[in-house]
């Protein structure tokens, strides 16, 4: 890994720091921006967690969306779109694996089923997710093998996949909590591995950034 690699994260400083920081111990320089030619010039994007996208951006009127952000959304959907453009690495975390299926035309379940088993209840909640890709080739199963015990703080999930994203595993209840590209170096989780550092979160960013340094 350079030890010049910069990543860009597409937010505002004080919603980022627990991503800064991870980065960070990974001795890889941050650029948190909402500016998408700022952002370009670094050698990877990270797109954070947050509130939940702007329904009208996938389709749909509100029914039960918080938070809402579109001022946000929409630059981030441009930063994505302009890393997408450049096939530039790209790693989505919570909502930001939600921005990535919008932005290939996928839409989102406003309101899971089983929610109250997913989302932030004053700390994360935490679940296993198992693989279920078509080979052992994703950095799923080369990280985790067959399964993860990962953390969960989300209401929302994909519901139609966007074109050209594939699932790579899913929760007990069906919800798919990881997606790849399946030309691009695109990936996207549904949990927050900046919070799990010790506990598989360092392992998923460094593919990350080993992606970022090719």
């Keep these: 890994m350079r030890s010049s690699l910069s990543i860009a994260i597409a937010g505002r400083t004080p919603d980022t720091l627990n991503y800064e920081n991870a980065l960070q111990q990974l001795n890889v320089s941050t650029v948190t921006s909402l500016d998408p030619e700022h952002c370009i010039n670094c050698d990877g994007l990270l797109l954070p967690g947050g509130g939940d996208i702007t329904p009208a951006f996938f389709g749909q009127q509100n029914h039960g969306s918080r938070t809402i952000d579109t001022e946000l959304d929409i630059l981030q959907l441009q930063i994505l779109d302009l890393f997408v453009k450049w096939k530039k690495p790209v790693l989505g975390i919570c909502k930001g694996l939600q921005i990535i299926n919008v932005h290939f035309g996928g839409t989102i379940c406003q309101h899971i089923r089983?929610?109250?088993?997913?989302?932030?209840?004053?700390?994360?909640?935490?679940?296993y997710v198992y693989h279920i890709g078509c080979g052992r080739m994703d950095f799923f199963y080369q990280l985790y093998g067959s399964s993860a015990f990962v953390n969960s703080?989300?209401?929302?999930?994909?519901?139609?996949?966007?074109?050209?994203?594939?699932?790579?595993?899913?929760?007990?209840?069906?919800?798919?909590?990881?997606?790849?590209?399946?030309?691009?170096?695109?990936?996207?989780?549904?949990?927050?591995?900046?919070?799990?550092?010790?506990?598989?979160?360092?392992?998923?960013?460094s593919y990350f950034l080993n992606s970022c340094s090719r």
């Design 153 to 205: 703080a989300h209401h929302q999930a994909i519901c139609q996949r966007g074109k050209k994203l594939l699932p790579i595993c899913q929760s007990y209840d069906g919800i798919i909590e990881a997606l790849v590209h399946e030309s691009l170096p695109i990936l996207a989780v549904q949990w927050h591995p900046e919070r799990i550092m010790e506990k598989g979160g360092m392992e998923l960013l």
């Design 114 to 127: 089983n929610a109250a088993k997913h989302e932030w209840n004053g700390s994360d909640q935490f679940h």
